[in-house]
């Protein structure tokens, strides 16, 4: 059976070179018993460090966000091409926090996954509710976030490949017993699949992996893995420790 996923999203936690090499080489050394394959998610001064860290492992290294624009005039911005030399193979687009944070709209989450996509980064697509609402609206929300980012031409965007990180903002920063409950969350995955064929087709769709993201720890993991039907984890906090990161990568055992 293919190993479980497990994006590691270092936000801000992980600020110095020298923290982010002991981690990512202490990390190559206990993935060769881990059950999950990993992609690190440092800030963009960190990418260089984590990529030379990790050269010759199997762990994958990805941006937290980029910016819409290719290249020019955007103070402050990071391409896509800027990912890639600086290490990056994937990066994350759309997280709650950028949308929330940068104010991100529909339309530049769009517009990143079209500027990654031609610099042949791997993407995951991060789409969420920020509230529950007993009568169902979320879900509209999560439609028209995938919707939004991959109708007209997502069939061209997957050539690249995809993955989507179901992230509930609600869930985000509580304890593993307030995150979602595993039955929602197996409903909200056959939502997203049943989304993902509707956009791009069923043959397309169906082999999209989908992830979840909001208070994962090892507590938490094996239930949601076994019961939620999903492909793996994007975790926030937890992975900027190495040994509460390496214990959700023991239990990934599907």
């Not at 990161?245 to 599907?254: G, H, M, P």
Request: net charge positive; charged share 25%; aromatic share 4%.
């Amino acid at each position: 059976m293919k190993k479980p996923l497990v994006v590691a999203n270092w936000k801000m936690y992980v600020e110095k070179p020298e923290t982010a090499k002991k981690f990512a080489l202490s990390l190559k050394r206990k993935l060769r018993t881990a059950s999950a394959d990993v992609v690190l998610a440092p800030s963009s001064t960190l990418l260089p460090t984590v990529s030379l860290a990790t050269k010759g492992s199997s762990v994958r290294v990805a941006g937290q966000t980029l910016s819409a624009y290719t290249d020019g005039p955007h103070t402050g911005d990071v391409s896509a091409t800027m990912l890639k030399a600086a290490g990056a193979t994937w990066v994350i687009v759309g997280h709650s926090e950028r949308r929330r944070d940068a104010h991100e709209s529909q339309e530049a989450v769009r517009a990143q996954i079209e500027s990654a996509h031609e610099a042949g980064l791997v993407v995951v697509l991060c789409v969420g509710e920020t509230e529950r609402d007993p009568a169902g609206a979320h879900f509209s929300v999560i439609a028209g976030q995938l919707v939004s980012a991959l109708a007209n031409g997502g069939t061209k965007i997957l050539a690249k490949k995809i993955v989507v990180a179901y992230e509930p903002v609600w869930a985000i920063g509580k304890n593993a017993a307030e995150a979602v409950h595993p039955a929602d969350l197996r409903e909200m995955v056959i939502f997203i699949r049943k989304n993902l064929a509707d956009i791009l087709g069923r043959s397309v769709g169906v082999k999209i992996p989908i992830l979840y993201g909001g208070s994962v720890d090892a507590s938490n993991a094996t239930e949601l893995l076994k019961e939620g039907d999903i492909a793996g984890f994007l975790v926030g906090r937890a992975s900027a420790d190495i040994d509460s990161f390496t214990e959700i990568l023991r239990v990934c055992k599907k």
